[in-house]
């Protein structure tokens, strides 16, 4: 089946330093969409990335969809302790009609160092 | 404001009981979802419906049922609950998308199932 992919599991930075996480699907994607969860919360929408080589921007992070539409990254510029959680990535699922159906990735854990 | 709500933050159940997780949403959603969130897996989806009574599989759907009787509940239901059903419960709901789009889902705050 499909799957999705995501690399690091864990990311330790100090505050004020770089992070990225990547995501990496086995089939073609329509779409992707990026989600934050807060400790202790739940897993909140942030943006959805559309076309090939799509470049979005929220502040200081930057949501980058991949040429081929089966790969993305998600980079936050000089990370802040509000910044703390995990961060999934998710496309629809293959095979024709997904009825809105996602296939997350198994996130990647930032954890920020004052 | 989306607001999606479960009937518990926190549950402790005994092997072998029956047990009832509720969800409601409030923004007309037709498409209702059910995950279960483990450490280092992710998000797995159990169970959705796309319709009232409409309901499907996802990836891990053995020990559980779902009931979609009202377009803005979604009930997941662990017929004979064991301990490796000790997970956090997520619902979530969105539009409806008949092509192989999506839209983004809005996730209630979870269930912490405990099993004992």
């Known amino acids: 089946g499909q799957q999705v992919m995501q690399i690091p599991q864990y990311q330790h930075v100090q505050e004020g330093e770089d992070f990225t996480t990547y995501c990496n699907s086995s089939t073609t994607l329509s779409n992707i969409q990026w989600y934050k969860q807060r400790p202790g919360g739940h897993p909140v929408f942030l943006i959805q990335l559309v076309k090939s080589g799509e470049v979005k921007k929220q502040k200081r992070l930057t949501f980058q969809f991949g040429e081929a539409k089966k790969n993305s990254s998600l980079h936050i510029t000089a990370t802040q302790t509000t910044d703390v959680g995990t961060y999934f990535c998710?496309?629809?699922?293959?095979?024709?009609?997904?009825?809105?159906?996602?296939?997350f990735g198994q996130g990647t854990i930032l954890t920020v160092h004052p | 404001d989306v607001k999606v709500t479960q009937s518990s933050r926190y549950l402790v159940k005994r092997t072998g009981e029956k047990v009832f997780l509720e969800c409601v949403q409030d923004?007309?959603?037709?498409?209702m979802f059910w995950y279960r969130q483990d450490p280092g897996l992710g998000l797995r989806l159990i169970y959705f419906?796309?319709?009232?009574?409409?309901?499907e599989k996802g990836d891990i759907p053995e020990g559980y049922s779902v009931s979609r009787e009202k377009k803005e509940r979604f009930s997941l239901i662990l017929e004979s609950a064991s301990t490796n059903q000790t997970s956090m419960y997520l619902c979530?709901?969105?539009?409806?998308?008949?092509?192989?789009?999506?839209?983004?889902?809005?996730f209630g705050p979870g269930t912490r199932l405990t099993v004992t």
């Open positions: 923004m007309d959603h037709e498409n």
């Open positions: 419906s796309y319709d009232v009574k409409m309901k």
């Open positions: 998710a496309g629809p699922n293959a095979g024709g009609t997904s009825y809105g159906k996602l296939t």
């Open positions: 979530a709901s969105s539009r409806y998308t008949g092509g192989a789009s999506s839209y983004e889902q809005y």
